[in-house]
């Protein structure tokens, strides 16, 4: 019953890459080998069955398990936008090595398995050798997992918990579910799997192939994921039944003796081929794959090319065979005494090639979400970017209607038109794209790459000329309007956000959301970059002192100044300041001409003004106009006013009383206007005579009639008219309704559910005791516990009770609203990896990177524990282990010395870094907060395998 | 108009030198004899002396108008390490601070540490040509990037680079190389990535990176100990250029290679190498080397601490006992310029291989003999030495030699050329004239 043609090139495979190297990596790197090849000696009675045990398993369904609609609905809850089963998140815990690069990956290695054996014991390649298997597998890279290594997956997931309403995993009782212990503890010996073959038959026409031959087309939502339906069925796990005490059992009373996988009886039902000669299995076939495709369809050897099976008939002539009643019930027909209803049997197992209806994507709503605008150069349209619809909505601004929508990319952000008004502009900030849009025609004619998160877009005044700020890279692209190339990059601050030029056409003006970095326990130093438009480089940084979320700008049509809006947080002091109104302040900046700042709040002593977001100054020079986000209002700032106000003050005022000043804003705001949900973009008309403000959270635009200074009418764009949960989460996360004297919302400490870069002091203490960096809120669904020390559980208590204590001082939010806004927070998604794109393989300096992040050994040699290695505690998908750990960071100011290990993805984009946010960049980390090796044992590591670990760790 | 008569002056002074060079008295020591290398080889003697004699009649430019910045003029340090010319201004990186240098204006701003400047040594400057960005190379600070008044700052504590101690910054498309003491550096600043090469994956037995430049898709490192190292961007590989006489101090086997493994400074243009030694310099064309010493030639001292390269012909070595210009390779012809600061005056001397055919005293030209950086700003140069920055004003500059009749063509061109360019800017300030020529006669 062996088939020795198909063990002895398994072994050979299995041998191969002992010494299989990636390129630029050393030998003897371990790789996976797959299942198949653990079988050979784990299979059988003398093994215990274990392969059968594990095929059992709910493991080796991991990876099918993806297809259901609930994994949908568990991504979708999680903010992941891809199919599970290609996502990193998800296949972290549902399958085997998904981090892991092709040449890591033997030809015996199928990502299908599931959770195989090396999940938990470790990549073989190094291990499976017989005699290293019986003397000293462990020195070789076997693992025998403990509870840590279980538990990294099996913490409890608040996404899964949501959809499955899981019970709480209880280790022990899963150990026994999965025991697959070896029979006394017998020796193992390579006992390939028996196979159904015959050694008396004759070599037929068609081989069998082997599932995975088939799963390589038929899988993913495209085919009705197919492979994951039949891997979920009982007919894949035919074979491994007979190895248990069940199928023990009933072939015993079928009267058969012995190990039932080694009878031709049961073998004849409950695998795929039996009684074919060995001549008619390929090497890729499995006998452990029970009845598979090939039992029904037949040997699949001819048929399986592509083009054949697009032909009927040619597949017809290659061996494809029409399943009917005859195909099963020869099996199926009194069966072990059970009934067997053909058409009910064929609706369970039913695995149409066509997109299965359950599995689409849900048809969620579709909102608009309106952010920014441009106007024709000739009035006459409004074009508006919408960031949720991918579009670009174009308004008739006479009827006041949408005319028109234009697909863009990802996550349209600002729009800008070229000087005759031929062009329209786009940044898509999820896709790192320019998109230019033909106005006439409403097509996209180009689209240009650029730098991460692009956000503002401008042109100079002749239009030759076009700058994109690329607001997660820092740095400003510069792009020929003629040629469409990018023909440089300027370095802007932190978080490019806006532009403006001056009504001269000379410069522009950058507003930077974040401030630059700043020594320990001091104010944020925000800039506006300047750009001198003749040579397209940058002239000026003007620093915008202790404001923070810089991010409106306009220049005034005298073109002595522009307007900038900013928040003022008070980050040093403890929250116990919120009562006296003192966390976050909000208003606008001047930025003279000649790199002079002003800065005043627009707050009042009752009623604050949260989340400034944008400026627009009329064409006559009389007012601006300041959305707030955060209280759907509109500030009407009477220019001439403001300014002389400042002209009037001495230097002290205006440096040092005036940016504090909440009694002031009454001196130069004229009105407020309400707006619909969270106000974005705001501009003016040509003559300035109506104003159109962008709400984002309404799908609409708000129209105001300047003369009146009053909101006349509401643009509809067109979005859904229902309110789902998430959306009314959003709402909640962006209003400042809940706050005392509505002074911030989540999105003042979190602007678009990220980080503002800056350290607080959240503890009621009021002493200053425990600053910690502020973390992002994208994809951390599962990634609990919360706060740096670790001792919030769930968002619900994150934002429910704690909120209410810290920050809001007044009533909670109410079940229903806490439910939204944890509901919305969840699904912030995470973007793409820019350091690896998806699919892409590792550089070579990430792939030395990763060496060293699983290295178990120094650089002399010296074993590193357990717990002192990166992958310990930042294990993949999430690269938490969601432990608190001590790594020598605490500080005079802490009170604990155990922090919340927080995961790594994205950790590019989220600096600084540690617990309070000392580290500026990763390196600092290791060069300057790890002396004593606590934080993972680097102090040995060469600089070039620092820089290595970090081109590695931005991959994550 | 003074520049006119400047640059008739100049005539004349370049028309004595021809009637120097001509006298038997002139050519000197039997040292005259000697033919320029790489020039046909295999000509016969009266060949040789026919072309002796026409080579005598053709004369180098000599700079001969110099002026000199020190923190009398408002330098933060006297000390010049690091000299980078760009549009308006002169970037001086100095001992204890930067200055830029706008020479329209002449007025001079510095910025020390108090001023935001992250580290007080300025060794070395390369400025971005697409961005104005001015990237400094500090040492024993790291690397610094100027933009729009504010400085970013890395190190090898809060970046990955390799350490501290930077000696040289060169530009490379999106690129900034370091030359450190403990390997090059690059940083990619789009990508944010940072690279490291040292004797694991470069041929640098030693890894104490002296300069570095890049030009026309290769990289030069000068390496102490190494040689100089040629990368190859678009390819990502290393060509290395060693001593063939090992560690030796003389060029055992002529021209065989670059004088001496212990590089002090790099410099590629027109697709021509030059190589600086504490014990003399070379000349590497893609096919020959060409070495240079100071007992054969025009270069004051073998102990050259930088040089910079003008043309595939035209070399200038900043040396501990002044400046040695090669002014024409194919003619092997020098100028040599000192300084005396005692006698407040200085001397130029023109030399064809280690045969003296002429000299001019002038006024003081280098600020001092201890020449560190060489810069070129069109047909001027700026010169860094241990006291001070130096101007050399190249007025009707003219490449390689020329002879009677050129010269006075270049001249008139000169003079044509400059009074349109005065007449149509009002405001171009006229350059100080403080050294008056003479003849050496």
């Avoid at chain 1, 058409?343 to 997109?355: L, R």
């Avoid at chain 1, 670009?392 to 990802?410: F, H, N, P, Q, Y």
């Avoid at chain 1, 650029?450 to 890279?473: F, R």
């Avoid at chain 2, 101007?391 to 500059?397: D, S």
Wanted: one cysteine or more; a negative charge; hydrophobic letters at 35%.
């Amino acid at each position: 019953m062996v088939r020795p043609i198909c063990i002895a090139s398994l072994w050979l495979l299995a041998a191969a890459p002992v010494s299989a190297s990636g390129p630029g990596v050393s030998d003897r790197h371990p790789v996976y080998v797959g299942v198949k090849v653990c079988t050979q000696c784990h299979a059988g009675k003398a093994a215990g069955h274990q392969f059968s045990l594990w095929r059992a398993s709910p493991h080796a369904k991991g990876y099918a398990s993806l297809w259901s609609p609930e994994a949908k609905k568990i991504a979708e809850l999680s903010g992941i936008k891809e199919e599970p089963q290609e996502a990193a998140a998800c296949l972290g815990c549902h399958a085997t090595a998904f981090d892991t690069e092709a040449w890591e990956k033997e030809d015996t290695f199928h990502l299908e398995d599931g959770i195989g054996c090396e999940t938990c014991h470790g990549p073989g390649s190094e291990y499976i050798d017989l005699a290293v298997m019986s003397e000293n597998p462990m020195e070789h890279g076997l693992i025998m997992p403990d509870k840590r290594l279980c538990m990294i997956c099996h913490n409890v997931k608040g996404s899964h918990v949501a959809i499955l309403a899981s019970p709480v995993f209880d280790y022990e009782k899963a150990l026994a579910t999965i025991a697959h212990p070896a029979t006394n503890g017998a020796r193992m010996t390579p006992t390939p799997l028996p196979s159904a073959n015959s050694k008396t038959a004759s070599p037929g026409k068609f081989k069998y192939t082997g599932v995975m031959a088939c799963a390589a087309c038929h899988k993913g939502p495209m085919m009705g994921h197919q492979f994951s339906k039949w891997r979920m069925g009982k007919h894949a796990r035919a074979y491994a039944v007979l190895g248990t005490s069940a199928g023990y059992e009933i072939a015993a009373k079928e009267g058969v003796k012995g190990d039932p996988q080694e009878s031709a009886k049961c073998l004849k039902c409950h695998s795929t081929g039996a009684g074919h000669a060995a001549a008619d299995f390929t090497d890729g076939f499995d006998v452990g794959d029970g009845v598979s495709c090939e039992a029904c369809h037949g040997p699949g050897s001819e048929y399986s090319l592509e083009a054949i099976m697009r032909d009927p008939r040619a597949a017809r002539e290659a061996g494809l065979q029409e399943v009917n009643r005859q195909t099963c019930m020869p099996c199926h027909e009194n069966a072990h005494g059970a009934n067997f209803d053909y058409a009910t049997a064929m609706e369970i197992i039913a695995h149409p090639t066509q997109v299965d209806p359950n599995t689409k994507p849900s048809a969620h709503m579709r909102y608009k979400t309106p952010l920014n605008m441009a106007l024709s150069p000739d009035g006459r349209e409004l074009y508006v970017a919408c960031e949720a619809s991918d579009t670009v909505i174009v308004v008739d601004v006479t009827s006041r209607l949408k005319v028109a929508e234009i697909e863009t990319g990802g996550q349209p952000t600002d729009v800008a038109f070229n000087p005759d008004g031929s062009r329209v502009y786009v940044t898509n900030r999820l896709d790192d794209t320019l998109v230019v849009i033909d106005t006439k025609t409403r097509a996209r004619l180009r689209t240009i790459p650029v730098g991460d998160e692009p956000h503002g877009v401008l042109t100079d005044q002749a239009g030759k000329l076009i700058y994109v700020l690329n607001t997660s890279a820092d740095s400003i692209s510069v792009i020929n309007a003629t040629t469409l190339k990018e023909e440089k990059r300027l370095t802007a601050s932190r978080g490019p956000w806006s532009l403006s030029m001056s009504p001269d056409g000379k410069l522009i003006a950058a507003t930077n959301t974040l401030s630059r970095f700043v020594p320990f326990r001091t104010p944020s130093m925000s800039e506006v970059t300047i750009i001198d438009t003749e040579r397209a480089v940058v002239e000026n940084r003007i620093v915008v002192p202790a404001a923070n979320l810089v991010q409106g700008v306009d220049w005034h049509t005298g073109g002595t100044f522009a307007l900038i809006t900013l928040n003022r947080t008070k980050n040093l002091v403890p929250m116990t300041r919120l009562l006296q109104g003192w966390t976050i302040t909000n208003g606008i900046g001047v930025i003279w001409r000649d790199g002079r700042v002003d800065q005043v709040l627009l707050d009042e002593p009752d009623m604050c003004f949260p989340d400034a977001a944008d400026v627009a100054v009329s064409p006559n020079g009389k007012y601006a106009f300041v959305t707030s986000s955060g209280s759907d209002r509109v500030a009407v700032v009477d220019v001439d006013k403001l300014i002389s106000m400042l002209e009037a003050a001495t230097p002290y005022e205006r440096e040092h009383v005036f940016p504090n000043h909440v009694g002031k804003p009454t001196e130069f705001v004229v009105k407020h206007i309400r707006t619909k949900d969270s106000p974005r973009g705001v501009l003016f008309s040509r003559d300035g005579t109506t104003a159109y403000v962008a709400n984002a959270l309404d799908d609409s635009i708000t129209v105001i009639d300047v003369g009146k200074l009053e909101a006349v009418d509401r643009i509809d764009l067109g979005g859904p008219k229902e309110i789902t949960k998430v959306r009314y989460g959003e709402r909640l996360f962006h209003s400042a309704d809940i706050t005392f004297r509505r002074q911030f919302s989540c999105h003042s400490c979190h602007p678009d559910g990220h980080v503002d870069g800056i350290t607080y002091d959240i503890e009621p203490d009021g002493i200053g005791i425990s600053p910690v960096d502020n973390r992002t809120l994208r994809g951390i669904l599962d990634t609990a516990p919360f706060k740096w020390e670790g001792t919030n559980p769930s968002l619900q208590r994150q934002c429910g009770p704690r909120l209410a204590v810290f920050f809001t001082r007044i009533d909670p939010f109410t079940p229903e609203e806490l439910s939204a806004l944890d509901n919305y927070i969840c699904t912030i998604p995470r973007p793409p990896n820019r350091y690896r794109p998806v699919g892409a393989e590792l550089t070579p300096a990430q792939r030395r990177g990763k060496l060293v992040y699983e290295r178990m050994m120094t650089n002399d040699g010296r074993i590193i524990p357990v717990d002192n290695r990166c992958v310990t505690c930042h294990p993949p998908p999430y690269y938490t282990d969601r432990s608190r750990r001590d790594i020598g960071t605490k500080m005079m100011l802490d009170r604990e010395s155990k922090f919340d290990v927080p995961h790594l993805n994205n950790i590019y984009d989220s600096a600084p870094y540690l617990h309070n946010g000392i580290a500026e960049t990763l390196e600092e980390i290791w060069t300057r907060f790890n002396p004593y090796d606590q934080h993972g044992v680097t102090n040995d590591m060469t600089k070039d395998q620092l820089n290595d670990l970090i081109e590695y760790l931005k991959t994550l | 108009m003074a520049s006119s008569a400047y640059c008739r002056r100049l005539e004349a002074v370049l028309f004595a030198g021809l009637l120097l060079a001509a006298t038997p008295a002139a050519r000197g020591s039997e040292k005259s004899e000697k033919v320029a290398a790489g020039d046909s080889p295999a000509q016969s003697v009266p060949d040789k002396q026919k072309q002796i004699a026409t080579e005598a009649s053709n004369m180098p430019f000599v700079y001969t108008k110099w002026e000199q910045f020190t923190t009398k003029d408002g330098l933060p340090n006297d000390h010049i390490f690091a000299v980078k010319v760009f549009g308006d201004y002169v970037w001086v990186g100095t001992e204890d601070g930067l200055a830029r240098l706008n020479k329209k204006t002449r007025e001079i701003k510095c910025w020390r540490e108090e001023d935001g400047l992250p580290w007080r040594v300025v060794g070395a400057i390369d400025v971005h040509p697409k961005t104005d960005e001015v990237w400094l190379g500090l040492f024993g600070g790291g690397l610094a990037r100027f933009s729009g008044g504010r400085f970013d700052h890395w190190h090898q504590l809060n970046s990955g680079l390799v350490n501290d101690v930077v000696y040289g910054v060169a530009i490379e498309h999106d690129n900034v190389w370091a030359a450190t003491t403990a390997g090059a550096s690059r940083y990619n600043t789009v990508t944010g990535e940072w690279s490291i090469f040292t004797e694991k994956n470069a041929p640098m037995e030693e890894i104490w990176n002296y300069g570095v430049c890049y030009a026309d898709g290769l990289v030069y490192l000068g390496v102490w100990g190494s040689g100089v190292l040629e990368y190859n961007v678009e390819r990502g590989t290393w060509k290395d250029y060693l001593d063939p006489d090992g560690e030796m101090e003389i060029d055992l086997y002529r021209d065989d290679g670059i004088m001496h493994v212990i590089t002090t400074g790099v410099s590629y243009v027109d697709q021509t190498l030059w190589a600086a030694s504490y014990f003399g310099v070379g000349r590497y064309d893609g096919r020959h080397w060409r070495c240079f010493f100071a007992h054969e030639s025009g270069l004051p001292s073998d102990f050259t601490n930088a040089v910079k390269g003008r043309s595939a012909h035209e070399a200038w070595f900043a040396t501990d006992k002044g400046l040695g210009v090669l002014a024409d390779f194919g003619t092997d012809t020098w100028v040599t310029y000192t300084s005396d600061h005692d006698a407040h005056k200085g001397k130029a001397v023109v030399q064809r291989g280690e045969k003296i055919i002429a000299e001019f005293e002038t006024m003081l030209n280098l600020p001092h003999n201890y020449v560190l950086w060489v810069e070129f700003d069109g047909d001027d140069a700026w010169i860094g030495t241990s006291k001070g920055l130096g101007h050399a004003i190249g007025e009707c500059y003219f490449p390689r030699l020329r002879n009677e009749k050129q010269i006075a063509q270049a001249i008139r061109d000169a003079i044509i050329f400059r009074d349109a360019t005065l007449h149509r800017d009002a405001t171009v300030r006229e350059p100080v004239a403080n050294a008056e020529m003479q003849n050496s006669e």
